[in-house]
C-alpha cells in the first residue's frame, strides 16, 4: 500500500513549518488561477481542449483527534456554473464542502491504534483525469490509564484504576512480575495474546464466545469506568504488575483500542517476629542428632538444612543478605501455595512440611561437607498461605 507523506502543524517543527508555508504559497497560486479561470469558463466542453483540474497538494496529514482538511483546486478550460465533485474512499472521511476554490473534508477522530489511510477522488465533467490527495490519520491513543494503590500490606493491596476515557471497555487486573521471567515473554503483544488464549479456551470449555465469557466476568476484569480492586493472598516481598488495556471484543476475536498501561507494585515483607532457636546437636558416623528449642515461639517453624555445596549455604561469620532472605521467603511461600492449589490446607501443610514445639531430628550428613542449619518461624492467618514471619537464624554444625 502507499504510504503518503505526512503533513502536521507543529510550531516546534521547522521542517514541518516550511512545508505549511510551501504549500500555502502553493494555495494562493491556484486560488490565483482559479480567479482566472472564472473569467474563461466555456459553455460547453471542447473536445480539443477538455477541462483539466490542478489541486495544491497530492498528499496530507491528520492527527487521530480528526478535524477537517482542506484541499484547493482550480480548473482550467472549466464550464460555466459548475464545480468539482468530490469522494471518499473510506468512510471516517467525508465531504463537508466545495467552494469557487476548495474542496473541505471532514475526518472523523480515529478509532484504531495504528496509522489509517484513505484518498479524496476530485472529479470534474469532461475531464480526461481525477487527480487523488492521499489523506494520512495519525494513530489515535482511545484511551490513557493511571493507578492508585492503597492499603498495602505484605499480602494485600487495594488498586483503583483510572481511565482518562470512561466509555471505552478496558482491562484491569495484576500479575506477579515472576510470570514474565518464567515464561520469557518480552512483548506486550505476546503477553496480550497469550492471556485472550487462555480466557478463550476458558469459554470454549464451557460452550461460550470469549466476548460471553468477558461480560460475565464482567467487572472483575472488564469495565468501562473507574475500578477499585482488592487483591489478597499475595506473596510477601513479590513483585506485582498492575496493568490495563483498551480491548473491544467480538465474538472470539478481541481488537486493543491502547497499549498496554502499567505500574509496578513491590509487596512489603511482613515485619519479622523475634524468634531464636538454640539447637544442641551430636555426631556420630555422620549422623547428626539435632534437638531443636524455638524458645518462647510455639508456633511452627522451618527448617533448611544446606550444605556447602547448595545455594542456601552461607560460610560462616558472612552475614545473610537480603537476597537470600527473599529467596527463602519466596521459595516457602511459593511451594505452601501450590500444595494450597491442589487441596491441601494451610494446617495439613505446616504439620507435613514443618515443626512446632521442642524437636529431636536426625539428619545424614555427608563426608568432607560443611552444613548450617537455617531456621524460621511460619505462620497462617486465618488458614491462608503460610508465610515466614522472622528473620532466618544461620545455626552451623
Not at 498495602?152 to 515472576?178: F, G, W
Not at 488495556?245 to 512489603?268: A, D, F, K, R, S
Not at 539435632?290 to 552461607?314: E, F, H, K, M, R
Not at 501455595?337 to 514443618?354: P, V
Request: include cysteine; proline fraction near 5%; hydrophobic fraction near 35%.
Amino acid at each position: 500500500m502507499r504510504t503518503p507523506k505526512k503533513l502536521y502543524l507543529c510550531p516546534h517543527n521547522t521542517m514541518v513549518m516550511n512545508m505549511l508555508r510551501e504549500r500555502t504559497i502553493y494555495a494562493f497560486v491556484v486560488a490565483l488561477v482559479a480567479l482566472i479561470f472564472t473569467g474563461c469558463q466555456k459553455e460547453s466542453i471542447d473536445p480539443n481542449n477538455p477541462p483539466v483540474v490542478m489541486l495544491d497538494c497530492s498528499e496530507l496529514g491528520i492527527e487521530g483527534g480528526g478535524g477537517q482538511v482542506q484541499i484547493y483546486y482550480a480548473v482550467s478550460n472549466a464550464i460555466k456554473g459548475e464545480r468539482p465533485t468530490a469522494k471518499s474512499n473510506v468512510e471516517w472521511m467525508t465531504i463537508k464542502e466545495i467552494t469557487d476554490y476548495s474542496i473541505v473534508v471532514s475526518v472523523a477522530p480515529s478509532n484504531v491504534n495504528e496509522e489509517r489511510f484513505g484518498f479524496i477522488t476530485v472529479e470534474y465533467r469532461g475531464a480526461k483525469d481525477s487527480p487523488r490527495v492521499y489523506i494520512t490519520q495519525d494513530k489515535q491513543l482511545l484511551n490513557q490509564f493511571s493507578f492508585e494503590v492503597s492499603d498495602l500490606t505484605y499480602k494485600s493491596c487495594t488498586i483503583t484504576y483510572k481511565p482518562q476515557d470512561r466509555l471505552h471497555p478496558y482491562m484491569a487486573n495484576i500479575i506477579d512480575v515472576e510470570y514474565f521471567r518464567q515464561s520469557g515473554m518480552t512483548t506486550e503483544q505476546l503477553f496480550v495474546e497469550a492471556e485472550m488464549s487462555s480466557y478463550l479456551a476458558l469459554a470454549q470449555r464451557n460452550n461460550m464466545t470469549l466476548e460471553e465469557l468477558m461480560s460475565r466476568i464482567s467487572p472483575q476484569l472488564i469495565y468501562t469506568d473507574t475500578a477499585v480492586r482488592s487483591f489478597d493472598g499475595m506473596q510477601p516481598g513479590a513483585v506485582y504488575v498492575v496493568y490495563s488495556y483498551g480491548i473491544e471484543l467480538q465474538g472470539n476475536t478481541y481488537n486493543l483500542t491502547t497499549p498496554i498501561h502499567y505500574t509496578l507494585v513491590n509487596m512489603p515483607m511482613p515485619t519479622p517476629y523475634d524468634v531464636k532457636f538454640s539447637v544442641n546437636s551430636s555426631i556420630s558416623n555422620n549422623l547428626a542428632r539435632l534437638t531443636i528449642n524455638p524458645g518462647s515461639w510455639d508456633g511452627y517453624y522451618g527448617l533448611i538444612v544446606a550444605a556447602d555445596d547448595t545455594i542456601y549455604y552461607v560460610p560462616e561469620g558472612t552475614p545473610m543478605d537480603e537476597g537470600m532472605v527473599k529467596s527463602i521467603y519466596s521459595s516457602f511461600y511459593t511451594d505452601a501455595r501450590n500444595a494450597m492449589k491442589n487441596g491441601t490446607t494451610a494446617e495439613q501443610y505446616l504439620r507435613s512440611k514443618c515443626f512446632k514445639g521442642l524437636k529431636n531430628i536426625d539428619i545424614q550428613l555427608e563426608s568432607g561437607k560443611d552444613y548450617v542449619l537455617i531456621l524460621f518461624a511460619v505462620e497462617s492467618e486465618d488458614g491462608s498461605v503460610p508465610v515466614v514471619r522472622s528473620i532466618p537464624q544461620l545455626i552451623y554444625i
